[in-house]
């Protein structure tokens, strides 16, 4: 089931579309909100001379801070991390290794940093301390999705795109087993794709 602007996309092809149950934000929407969020920076960031630093984590917040970027009005730094929580299994455990650091440094600077999705918020806890310890001028999160889970409650977002569902979903930087990420939309996968991941899991 598509949403509407959504039907384009052709059901007999086999194309990552099509493992698709169900679209939850469609690319307009993505877009649209977007666009907002970066005017809300652009206003909040107005008498910053120098700008802010736009921060993402590798790599699922890639794709959002790109568009994010675009509709800043200010000058904007990009820097990226690159990290690996320790742990079993899909649940994160809030112990964090960084596998890339920063190239610049923050000291004095106005940072924000994109995130794909809040989920326990563990790895975004670890990393907001990490990085207030560099000393930056102010420090913020802009998140496009937040799952309503009591565990990232404690979070302080001060930009919030959607609050979704707690659904396994992918796209717009999202993935499953590395795929599906450079879906246009966010959805959620046929329950299939899973059993199908699960067997190939199983036969080994
Ligand atoms: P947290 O430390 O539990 O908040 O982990 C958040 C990270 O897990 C996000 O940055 C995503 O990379 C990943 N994640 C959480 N929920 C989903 C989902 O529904 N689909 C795909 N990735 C997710
Ligand atoms: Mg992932």
């Known amino acids: 089931m598509r949403e509407k602007g959504e039907a384009s996309y052709d059901e007999k092809a086999r194309t990552v579309h099509n493992d698709i149950a169900e679209v939850l934000f469609a690319e307009d929407v993505l877009a649209q909100r977007v666009e ?54 899909a649940k994160s455990s809030g112990v964090v290794r960084i596998l890339k650091d920063l190239s610049s440094q923050i000291e ?27 000393r930056p001028a102010s420090l ?25 569902p707690d659904l396994f979903i992918v796209g717009y930087g999202l993935d499953y087993a590395e795929r599906y990420r450079n879906l246009p939309y966010i959805g959620v996968l046929k329950p299939e794709i899973y059993q199908h991941a699960d067997s190939i899991a199983s036969a080994h």
């Open 140 to 164: 913020e999160v802009a998140t496009l999705l937040r799952k309503k889970t009591l565990a990232q409650a404690k979070i302080d977002c001060k930009y919030v795109g959607f609050e979704c």
């Open 36 to 89: 907002e969020i970066g005017a809300a920076i652009t206003r909040d960031y107005a008498d910053v001379e120098e700008g802010i630093v736009l921060i993402s984590v590798l790599r699922g917040a890639a794709i959002f801070m790109a568009d994010l970027a675009r509709k800043i009005e200010l000058p904007v730094e990009m820097d990226y991390m690159a990290v690996s929580s320790y742990g079993s299994g």
């Open 108 to 134: 004095g600077r106005h940072v924000v940093v994109a995130e794909d999705i809040l989920d326990s918020g563990l790895t975004l806890t670890y990393l907001l301390k990490n990085l207030a310890s560099r």
